[in-house]
């Protein structure tokens, strides 16, 4: 009898059927990473998601991420293993405010994080993701105001990198990451003294002042990697031990717990799956469906972040 194939192996069948590629965030489970043709962060997937020419492309990771790989290929199949896998930072700023806030400012540039719904995106003069937000908004006219939009401590950060006086930011927060609590980074560092702390921006203020090293979730791992030192408290979602066990075995990472759960897990980011990533392949849904309207206006902020260095 011939032993049925695994699930790993239908879904490099499928890949293969579908000529799709599978796109992972850096947050997926272990299992995903390691079947996924491209492991990246936000900006990373994006500029992948742009650059590819095949037919379907899967992204494992939360829908608006799927929103903007279809705004960027919108001739081409986008799904996702988990419709429901959102993200609280889109759920903290509608459209419908976004609008509202230009109607009674209209002399502000409005800069989106990209964890946005693509709706708010197409509301938006430019784009940024956290690896390059302060450059986004260095890159807008010093005397024109800002506002920076979801995500409060990613926005408070930029603020105190850019020395922008005239930029409001909105109260949009992670649930992951803004939960962290300084105390419980205070007591990693004393039971690993000789460990680095590398903090994502969307951290807390007081989190952030106990880092060395503050980026990206790519540029945590990079940092990490590249770092003489052998030992490291990370502050981000933990599925960024993947990358970082897999190139250096040798180091140790320590993931402090936030408040929600008790741990360091996005609940949004793991709702994928690979049996729910088979069935995306087999039946090519869940699908991401944008108005040729929006993924016009949506476009133009994208392309203009994509385009600063």
Known sequence: MVAAPSIAEEIQELKKERRAIILAHHYQESEIQELADVIGDSLELSRKARDYEGDVIAFCGVWFMAETAKVLNPERIVVVPDKDAGCSLV?????????????????????????????????????????????????????????????????????????RENMRVWQGACIVHATFPSRRVAAAKAEFPAALVAAHPECP??????????????????????????????????????????????????????????????????????????????????????????????RIPLERMLAVK
């Open 91 to 163: 759920d903290a700023c509608s459209a419908e405010q976004v609008r509202a806030f230009k109607r009674l400012h209209p002399d502000y540039a409005v800069v989106s994080y990209i964890n946005t719904s693509v709706e708010v995106k197409a509301e938006s003069d430019i784009l940024c993701t956290s690896a390059n937000a302060a450059a986004i908004v260095n890159s807008i006219p010093k005397e024109k105001p800002v506002l920076f939009l979801p995500d409060i401590n990613l926005g408070n950060w930029v603020r105190r990198q850019t020395g």
């Open 205 to 298: 203020a007081d989190v952030l002042r106990m880092a060395d090293f503050i980026g990206s979730t790519s540029g945590i791992i990079k940092w990490c990697l590249n770092s003489t030192a052998e030992e490291f408290i990370v502050m981000t979602e933990s599925g960024v031990s993947h990358s970082l066990l897999k190139n250096a075995p040798h180091k140790k990472f320590h993931f402090v717990a936030n408040e929600n759960c008790n741990c360091s897990e996005c609940p949004y980011m793991k709702r994928n799956s690979l049996e729910k990533l088979a069935a995306c392949l087999r039946t090519l849904s869940p699908r991401v469906e944008i108005a040729p309207e929006i993924v016009e206006r949506a």
